[in-house]
C-alpha cells in the first residue's frame, strides 16, 4: 500500500502483534516440550539462518576484489572470527571461584565436619544486557532529530554518525557503565555475605559480615570492569572489521554473543539430562528414566 493510511496502520499494528504472539506461543511450548530456552533458541535460529548468505556475500566480494587481501584477507579473516569466538566462549564460561569454608556444626546428635567449597562469580554477570541498553541510547537522538519541534537534534545526530571514532567511543563508555549498573541491580553483595554468614560459612582470611560483603563487592567490581571491557570489544570488532577490511556482512556484537551464550546453556542442560539418566538407570528399577520434558514410555 502506497499511503500510510489509518488502514494500514492498524493492519500494521495487528499484524506485529499476532506475530509476536505466536513467537512467544511457540517459544513456550519449545521450552516445555525441548531442551534450552524457547525464545532464546527462535533469536539463536534467525541469526544462524543469516550466516550462508554472509559467506555466499564474502565468498562474492573475494572474487570481485573489494576485500581488502583478496584471498589471503579473506582466510585470516576467517582465522580471526574463530579465534574471536573462541575467546567468547572462554570467557563466558570463566568465573571466579571464591573459597567458603563452613565449620563443624551440631545436627541431633550427630556432629557434620566442616566443608569445604567456593562461591563462584561470572566474568560476565550482566550478559548481552549492556550492549543493548547502549545501543537503544545512541538511537534516541536519531529518533528525536525526525521530530518537528527537535530539529536541533539533527546537529547532535550528525556529529554522532559522523565519526566512527565518536560514536565507537560513546559507544564503549556506556557498555561499561550499563555493566557496573546492571550487575549493581542484580548482585547484591550484601545479601550474599549475610546468607554465607546464616549457614555458618566464612571466606578464609575475612571476617564474616561486613568485611566479607566487602571482599565480595570489591571482587566483583573486578570482574565487572573485566566483563565490560569484553563486551565493548567484542561489540566494537563489526565497525572495526568493516573499516579495514571492508567486508560485505556484520560479525560480532550482540548477535555473536547471544549465539555462543545459547549454544553453552543448551549444551548445558542436554549434559545434564544425560547425566540424571544414567544416574536413574543405575538406582530406577525399570532401567533409564528421564523425569520431565523427556519422557521414555515403559
Do not use: S
Given at each position: 500500500m502506497s499511503d500510510n493510511g489509518p488502514w494500514f496502520i492498524f493492519m500494521t499494528i495487528v499484524s506485529l502483534t499476532a506475530g509476536t504472539a505466536f513467537i512467544m506461543w511457540l517459544g513456550e511450548r519449545i521450552t516445555e516440550n525441548g531442551i534450552g530456552n524457547g525464545i532464546s533458541l527462535i533469536i539463536f535460529a534467525g541469526i544462524v539462518a543469516r550466516l550462508p548468505p554472509s559467506g555466499e556475500r564474502l565468498f562474492e566480494a573475494v572474487k570481485a576484489g573489494t576485500v581488502t587481501g583478496d584471498l589471503g584477507g579473506a582466510l585470516?579473516?576467517?582465522?580471526?572470527?574463530?579465534?574471536?569466538?573462541?575467546?567468547?566462549?572462554?570467557?563466558?564460561?570463566?568465573?571466579?571461584?571464591?573459597?567458603?569454608?563452613?565449620?563443624?556444626?551440631?545436627?541431633g546428635r550427630r556432629m557434620f565436619a566442616g566443608q569445604a567449597t567456593y562461591f563462584p562469580m561470572k566474568v560476565n554477570a550482566s550478559g548481552v544486557i549492556p550492549p543493548i541498553f547502549a545501543g537503544a541510547v545512541l538511537s534516541f537522538p536519531q529518533t528525536l532529530a525526525g521530530w518537528k519541534y527537535l530539529s536541533f537534534m539533527a546537529g547532535v545526530e550528525a556529529a554522532i554518525r559522523g565519526s566512527s571514532w565518536v560514536y565507537n567511543g560513546l559507544f564503549v563508555l556506556l557498555i561499561i557503565f550499563f555493566a557496573y549498573f546492571y550487575t549493581s541491580l542484580t548482585f547484591r553483595p550484601d545479601d550474599v555475605a549475610d546468607n554465607i554468614k546464616k549457614q555458618g560459612g566464612y571466606i578464609p582470611g575475612i571476617r564474616p559480615g561486613k568485611q566479607t560483603a566487602e571482599y565480595i563487592e570489591r571482587t566483583l567490581n573486578r570482574l565487572t570492569f573485566g566483563g565490560g571491557v569484553y563486551l565493548a570489544t567484542i561489540c566494537v570488532i563489526p565497525s572495526v572489521i568493516a573499516g579495514l577490511m571492508n567486508v560485505p556482512f556484520y560479525f560480532g556484537g550482540t548477535g555473536l554473543l547471544?549465539?555462543?551464550?545459547?549454544?553453552?546453556?543448551?549444551?548445558?542442560?542436554?549434559e545434564q539430562h544425560l547425566i540424571s539418566r544414567n544416574y536413574e538407570g543405575f538406582a530406577g528399577p525399570r532401567g533409564p528414566r528421564i523425569r520431565g520434558r523427556l519422557k521414555v514410555m515403559a
Open positions: 585470516a579473516l576467517l582465522a580471526f572470527m574463530i579465534l574471536v569466538i573462541g575467546c567468547v566462549v572462554y570467557i563466558e564460561r570463566g568465573m571466579r571461584r571464591i573459597p567458603v569454608q563452613y565449620a563443624k556444626r551440631m545436627q547471544i549465539v555462543v551464550g545459547v549454544a553453552l546453556d543448551t549444551v548445558q542442560q542436554i
